[in-house]
T-cell receptor, first 113, second 108 residues
Framework: DTEVTQTPKHLVMGMTNKKSLKCEQH?????MYWYKQKAKKPPELMFV???????INESVPSRFSPECPNSSLLNLHLHALQPEDSALYLC????????????FGPGTRLTVL | EDQVTQSPEALRLQEGESSSLNCSYT??????LFWYRQDPGKGPEFLFT???AGEEKEKERLKATLTKKESFLHITAPKPEDSATYLC?????????FGAGTTVTVRA
């Protein structure tokens, strides 16, 4: 089973709201990732977690705050977003960071009003 | 900096009309080349991983090949359900660098 799940599927929020995206995998993978994908563009890496520790932050604005409560869960906390942050947010996981196939979830479609 | 270029941008095929997609790459230390399929509004679905030149992988109507500078995804006798955007990505250290994708439309 190579399933990564994400909730919610769709999210609409105002610029003053605080919301969270959730990602879960039960494949025993030790690396988890957040990507952002704008329409008709490829995914862009935001964060990498390896063994529950943040290892890579691709210069993402602080209004995006990742969290890895345990090896199966990954959250992305959102606060004071801008309309240009509207995108498909993808979670992925791999056995280890940097050497293995990454498996993606279905994504959360985020709209910021 | 890693570069991944996919061509063509779009491909329209008649059902049964075989074709190939190209992915050329420049990377300092290739740890793997990946092909994904993505349907509109959904996450990328993993298809293949290739690690070394000369390697080939097959799955149903799809076959991926790798040379030192490029990879090809061959679609044999495509069906309408093969319509999707096909993404190529290279892994260098921790980071997957994606090409812009090829959008394939297969008409019945």
């Amino acid at each position: 089973d190579t399933e990564v799940t994400q909730t919610p599927k769709h999210l609409v929020m105002g610029m003053t709201n605080k919301k969270s995206l959730k990602c879960e995998q039960h494949m025993g993978h030790r690396a988890m990732y957040w990507y952002k994908q704008k329409a008709k563009k490829p995914p862009e890496l935001m964060f990498v977690y390896s063994y529950e520790k943040l290892s890579i932050n691709e210069s993402v604005p602080s209004r995006f705050s990742p969290e890895c409560p345990n090896s199966s869960l990954l959250n992305l906390h959102l606060h004071a977003l801008q309309p240009e942050d509207s995108a498909l947010y993808l979670c992925a996981s791999s056995q280890e960071a940097g050497i293995d196939t990454q498996y993606f979830g279905p994504g959360t479609r985020l709209t910021v009003l | 900096e890693d570069q991944v270029t996919q061509s063509p941008e779009a491909l329209r095929l008649q059902e049964g009309e075989s074709s190939s997609l190209n992915c050329s790459y420049t990377v300092s230390g290739l740890r793997g080349l990946f092909w994904y399929r993505q349907d509109p509004g959904k996450g990328p679905e993993f298809l293949f991983t290739l690690y070394s030149a000369g390697e080939e992988k097959e799955k149903e109507r799809l076959k991926a090949t790798l040379t030192k500078k490029e990879s090809f995804l061959h679609i044999t006798a495509p069906k309408p359900e093969d319509s999707a955007t096909y993404l190529c990505a290279v892994l260098n250290d921790y980071k997957l660098s994606f090409g812009a994708g090829t959008t394939v439309t297969v008409r019945a």
